[in-house]
């Protein structure tokens, strides 16, 4: 399967944590990547790889995988980052590239 | 530092054809794959095609194949997407994204879109 799974939605208080996931057969062979779209904006990268944050994502936001299940860990949440969370990875085949459905994360 | 700026986009009616470009600036375009991705109004992000460096390599989304053209002129640092046949259903914003490359290949960079409307 080409699918990645994902949570509709989730929120968090101000300040504390908040872990979503994305499940799909192609993460036992790759890594997930994730991204941040506000409402208006195009995507931005928030991580990738083992748990690998490019320069521009604060440190508060981490990665994690498992098996066929890859996680983003939001530790102390901010009002800025209420937004939708996408997982993508390659397909099975490696040449293709598919995303997970998003999660609305909202801070309450 | 690296922009990415898509143009293109416009209301069509279906079965005609569009061209998007996607121009790149701020690093070396010739050495990093390039990716298209939609998004219909509403919905989910959806990848469309990659464009390997030197252009040699392309694949697509099932729904677009036959379809839709990825290309790049790497003189110009600029990519294409030459959009066919259109349907009511290829009605989304039309992003342009970087591919980081090295083992995990994230889409590190992404232009601001630009919006095709394919309607009679």
């Known amino acids: 399967s080409s699918e990645l799974t994902q949570d509709p939605a989730a929120s968090v208080a101000l300040g504390q944590t908040v872990r979503i996931t994305c499940q799909g057969d192609?993460?036992?062979?790759?890594?997930a990547t994730w991204y941040q779209q506000k409402p208006g904006q195009a995507p931005v990268l928030v991580m990738y790889g083992k748990n690998n944050r490019p320069s521009w994502s604060p440190d508060r936001f981490s990665g994690s995988n498992s098996g066929n299940t890859a996680s983003l860990t939001i530790t102390g949440a901010q009002a800025e980052d209420e937004a939708d969370y996408y997982c993508n990875s390659r397909d099975s085949s490696g040449n293709h590239y598919v995303f997970g459905a998003g999660t609305k994360v909202t801070v309450l | 530092q690296v922009q990415l700026v898509e143009s293109g986009g416009g209301v069509v009616q279906p079965g005609r054809s569009l061209r998007l470009s996607c121009v790149a600036s701020?690093?070396?375009?010739?050495?990093?794959?390039m990716h298209w991705v939609r998004q219909a109004p509403g919905k989910g992000l959806e990848w469309v095609a990659i464009i390997s460096e030197d252009g040699s390599d392309k694949y697509y989304i099932d729904s677009v194949k036959g379809r839709f053209i990825i290309s790049r002129d790497n003189s110009k640092n600029t990519l294409y997407l030459q959009l066919n046949s259109l349907r009511v259903e290829d009605t989304a914003m039309y992003y342009c994204?970087?591919?980081?490359?090295?083992?995990?290949?994230?889409?590190?960079?992404w232009g601001q879109g630009t919006l095709v409307t394919v309607s009679s």
């Open positions: 701020g690093y070396r375009s010739s050495l990093y794959a």
């Open positions: 994204t970087k591919d980081g490359g090295g083992a995990f290949r994230p889409f590190d960079y």
């Open positions: 192609s993460l036992r062979s790759y890594f």
